[in-house]
């Protein structure tokens, strides 16, 4: 790898860590306005204008408050724990394709961190090490709302995952490959995989609020029942890490929805577009990434309405939605796309 | 028998398979909550907008001076009698010679406090007040950090001579023209007493 390419891709990771915790940071904020609107109230309105000032107001109160490590757990593993989700949440982004190409001096550099031919598979493991995340630090805490807590998130992120996977399979079906970067040049042409995959789609997106264990599936840190779930006992940045997780996770699970069942980067009429303004190749690419990144904002703010609209699921009505109704639509969804697909003599024809 | 006739009996019926979809319930839900987005916010953000307040609203009390600047409280502990909360207390003492100036009265409140967190501002002491020295304002008590912060003494209770309260709005027209009347002992100042003395009355 020529050296202008690895400081390229050096500085990429930076950035896309940088953005990404901008994000979540300033979706903290947009998570509370929106709320706050949606139940007809002002929101954060002190820190700065409209509050804007307000995850970093929240950041340097998270610094601030006492660290508490409780007495009889195990210290390792209750500082493992949110660490690893951490981790985790940031490890997603690096398949995920920013944008296009750019040229600079000559050289082409990929908006890309890292083309592997599996990303979908890399992005399923790491989704699924976050599990140990909240499963270490939910039973390092030596507490039986913790513990539950942990049981309750992964076995729900289990469940889910197979959903998951499962509508992801109709979608490889399809497209034919397993890197990010293909599937979403292969949807360049105007059509997104969300016309063709509807069902598909449906399945991924409840299955993706299970896994980042937002609303309506959030009960693992029911306050309810469970006071704060696998993260009562944290207390000051580490608690902080679990709740910004959270929130990178949301933003990562977007980007991936917006680059399979969305178009990724792409818009429709990009290329006429271009032509008619008179892009060059390189102002195509900073503008797809901008429409990337609006995008994915939209899927963020989706996700803060199905919050703050739904109400919380029983525990039983969790899995057997998942179980029961979920698995077998997947399995439906497969089939048909198979079915499909050999009508139209794209497959069994060899 | 129905009171509002807005009782409705519960069915208990299967639901129907769209209803078991939940997906059209789920949207019905979100066209609810985003319509919220476009509804006006009735919040008052409060140090930067007040909310409208009547003329007559009792808010904290003012130790009132007549037009020659004396105090007029003369500690005779009516208001304190009248107070339901016993939020008000006060001690007296004597007017020295050459203080006319400053106490209208041969008696005047050394001390006199009262204590905001009691204070139920019904205006009982406004009422029992014979020498119209107490009034509530449309001032509000602002919140404290400490108990003893919210116990006013006479520095935050009597007006200043710079900056005289304006109570006119809780006295009745009859009573404002009545203040005007210099007949009245009630209305004359030690100046205008001072007056009737000099021209031989």
Not at chain 1, 125 to 152: E, H, P, Q
Not at chain 1, 284 to 295: C, D, E, R
Not at chain 2, 126 to 152: H, Q
Request: proline letters at 4%.
């Amino acid at each position: 790898m020529p050296i202008e390419i690895l400081l390229f891709k050096l500085l990429l990771c930076g950035i896309i860590f940088v953005v990404s915790l901008g994000v979540a940071a300033y979706a903290t904020w947009g998570e509370r306005k929106f709320a706050a609107v949606l139940q007809d109230r002002v929101g954060p309105s002190r820190a700065g204008p409209f509050g804007l000032l307000q995850p970093i107001a929240d950041g340097v109160k998270m610094f601030m408050k006492e660290e508490m490590l409780p007495n009889k757990s195990n210290k390792f593993l209750f500082i493992l724990g949110p660490s690893l989700f951490m981790l985790t949440a940031c490890m997603v982004s690096t398949v995920i394709p920013w944008g296009g190409d750019l040229t600079l001096g000559g050289v082409t550099y990929n908006l890309q961190i890292t083309d592997i031919n599996i990303g979908i598979l890399y992005m399923f493991g790491v989704v699924s090490l976050g599990i140990y995340g909240i499963m270490i630090g939910g039973w390092a805490s030596n507490n039986k709302y913790s513990l539950l807590g942990a049981l309750r998130a992964s076995s729900q992120m289990i469940s889910y995952e197979i959903a998951m996977g499962l509508s992801i399979i109709a979608l490889v079906m399809m497209t034919g490959t397993l890197s990010l970067r293909e599937i979403v040049e292969q949807q360049n042409a105007g059509v997104s995989y969300v016309v063709y995959q509807p069902l598909g789609f449906l399945i991924f997106l409840i299955c993706a609020f299970a896994e980042t264990n937002r609303a309506p599936f959030d009960l693992a840190e029911c306050e309810t029942e469970l006071v704060g779930g696998y993260h009562t006992e944290y207390s000051s940045m580490k608690l902080g890490l679990f709740l910004f997780a959270e929130y990178i996770n949301m933003f990562i699970s977007s980007a991936v929805m917006v680059s399979l069942y969305f178009g990724g980067y792409n818009f429709p009429f990009q290329t006429e577009i271009a032509e008619a303004l008179g892009l060059s190749a390189n102002g195509l690419t900073i503008i797809q990434t901008l429409i990337f990144f609006g995008k994915i904002v939209g899927f963020i703010l989706f996700f803060m309405w199905v919050r703050w609209t739904l109400p919380r699921f029983r525990y039983d009505q969790l899995m057997s939605l998942g179980w029961k109704v979920l698995l077998p639509l997947a399995l439906v969804n497969i089939f048909i796309t198979g079915i499909v697909m050999w009508a139209l003599g794209l497959i069994g024809n060899n | 028998m129905s009171l509002s006739n807005r009782s409705v009996v519960v069915s208990k019926k299967e639901m129907s398979w769209s209803e078991r979809l939940y997906l059209p319930a789920i949207l019905g839900g979100m066209a609810i909550t985003i319509k919220h987005l476009f509804k006006r916010k009735p919040t008052i953000k409060y140090p930067e907008e007040v909310r409208e307040i009547a003329p007559v609203y009792r808010g904290q009390h003012v130790l009132k001076r007549d037009e020659a600047g004396a105090e007029r409280c003369t500690a005779c502990g009516l208001c304190a009698v009248a107070c339901p909360a016993e939020a008000i207390t006060m001690e007296s003492a004597e007017r020295k010679k050459g203080e006319e100036n400053l106490y209208r009265e041969e008696k005047y409140a050394r001390i006199y406090e009262i204590n905001m967190l009691r204070c139920i501002f019904c205006g009982l002491c406004e009422e029992a007040c014979p020498k119209e020295a107490i009034f509530l304002t449309d001032r509000i008590v602002p919140s404290s950090f400490t108990r003893g912060a919210e116990v006013y003494g006479k520095d935050k209770l009597v007006e200043t001579l710079e900056q005289p309260v304006d109570v006119s709005a809780r006295q009745r027209p009859e009573v404002l023209e009545f203040k005007q009347d210099k007949k009245h002992n009630h209305n004359q100042t030690h100046l205008d007493k001072k007056a009737v003395r000099r021209s031989g009355h």
